[in-house]
């Protein structure tokens, strides 16, 4: 059906007659003619040239079609344009047309000249050849008359590639898993370990933490192939990972504040419904305005908000793109988690200052290092090596291993086992339980880590 319109739309156009027309202007097609011997036209960005003897050029450029029609040409996309030329009244032997398309792609990959073979009902690059190619634009040569455009090579798979793919599917799988089992202790025990407000607000932190990374989690893993998905659903699950993703660093947030708050102000102790109400503001309603503000401003402005081709947030370079309103709040609540993370570390130093026995120095060591093994996950600090990836051109070395880092670091979620580890630890002091019991579940535990 779309290669009949095409051939009906390229038999309209040769059959107009051209009077004083400008040609025809709107949303998806756009028309212009040419009766000068050097025709130098601009139809919806594409630039054409061509030299001729006599006739008139007639240019019609169309979008919204290309991925309606059929292409054999394997590992390769479509851009969103498509552009048919015509000649009325010539008689030249030899013809040679240039045009100039714009390359709609994020990410530059080997052009094809193409135009529509109308007898095969598929693309064909006979007679057509790349001149130039850049990250803007894709110069192409023909010998002949017809419907053009270029389709972009997606390149080989890197088999780093596939072996990320493999850890983060096995990363979030165990991750899952490890999160409804903390969870699942923690509804068990709650009442029996939430004796004292400082233990209500860790564990509603943890417990929200953990909550909103298993629906993260949950919903990158239905994301994995974005190729079966429709347009809505990539939607909903780019929002959905948007969201949960930036509640679980709110919740850190409200986390690491509390901690803070009670090192420094000990004999003044947050009120339970103060808490409640900053946690519940800054959990629960920010990340929800973030969200909604930031999809009605790509809505309204008309950009892309995800990417159909990962249903995820789309980076085009520093300051542009949508996931800038994922960054943006992900980097300053962990600027600020870090800065926390400090203040622990100097409390726990200046605290043990009298004592200068080498003894209590490997004491506080230990201390220290613990603080830092705990709360550099907990906190979200592991993601900063995503920006560092974001920096990074992907043609380099260094940009494969920060990859596998961050790769391994979050979808792993080391913070998990510390939630588990530290749910049983509680019931071993609340249930006194029997030591072959918490022998067992610390196997599995470690087994899981």
């Not at 980097?331 to 600020?336: A, D, F, S």
């Not at 800065?339 to 605290?351: A, G, N, P, R």
Request: hydrophobic share 45%.
């Amino acid at each position: 059906m779309s290669s009949e319109y095409l051939q009906s739309l390229e038999s309209l156009v040769k059959n107009i007659k051209v009077n004083n027309s400008q040609g025809v202007n709107s949303t998806n097609l756009e028309l212009k003619f040419c009766s000068s011997s050097e025709c130098d036209v601009s139809v919806f960005d594409v630039e054409v040239n061509m030299t001729k003897t006599n006739g008139i050029l007639k240019t019609v450029a169309v979008k919204n079609l290309m991925n309606k029609l059929r292409n054999s040409y394997s590992n390769t996309e479509p851009i969103s344009l498509l552009l048919s030329a015509t000649l009325q009244d010539n008689n030249d032997s030899s013809l040679e047309i240039r045009l100039d398309f714009p390359n709609d792609q994020l990410n530059v990959t080997k052009p094809v000249c193409v135009f529509w073979n109308t007898t095969r009902k598929d693309w064909s690059d006979v007679g057509c050849n790349v001149n130039t190619s850049d990250e803007n634009y894709t110069l192409c040569e023909c010998k002949h008359l017809t419907s053009f455009s270029v389709l972009m090579s997606k390149g080989e798979v890197p088999a780093f590639s596939k072996v990320l793919d493999i850890i983060t599917n096995v990363g979030l799988g165990v991750s899952v898993c490890c999160l409804l089992i903390f969870l699942t202790i923690e509804s068990l025990v709650w009442s029996a370990v939430v004796k004292t407000n400082l233990s209500h607000f860790r564990h509603t932190a943890m417990v929200n933490i953990a909550t909103f990374l298993l629906l993260a989690d949950v919903s990158f893993l239905a994301s994995t192939s974005p190729d079966v998905l429709s347009e809505t659903w990539c939607l909903v699950l780019t929002v959905c990972k948007h969201l949960f993703y930036l509640a679980m660093f709110c919740w850190m947030l409200c986390l690491s504040v509390m901690l803070v708050h009670q090192l420094i102000f000990v004999f003044s102790p947050l009120r339970k419904r103060v808490f409640m109400f900053f946690s519940s503001i800054v959990g629960y309603v920010c990340p929800i305005l973030i969200v909604g503000c930031s999809y009605m401003y790509y809505k309204y402005t008309n950009s892309p908000y995800y990417d159909k081709k990962t249903c995820w947030l789309i980076f085009q370079r520093l300051l542009v793109g949508s996931m800038h309103a994922f960054l943006l709040p992900m980097g300053t609540i962990t600027l600020t988690n870090i800065f926390c993370m400090i203040v622990v570390i100097v409390t726990l130093v200046k605290s043990s200052v009298p004592d200068v026995s080498k003894a209590d120095d490997k004491d506080t060591a230990k201390g220290i290092l613990k603080v830092v093994l705990i709360l550099t996950p907990v906190f979200g600090v592991t993601w900063i090596i995503g920006f560092f990836q974001l920096m990074l051109d992907q043609g380099s070395p260094m940009y494969t291993a920060v990859n596998f880092c961050f790769t391994i670091l979050n979808s792993f979620q080391p913070s998990v086992p510390t939630y588990y580890i530290v749910a049983i630890s509680k019931i071993r002091e609340r249930f006194e339980t029997s030591i072959q019991t918490f022998t067992l579940l610390s196997i599995v535990v470690l087994c899981v880590y």
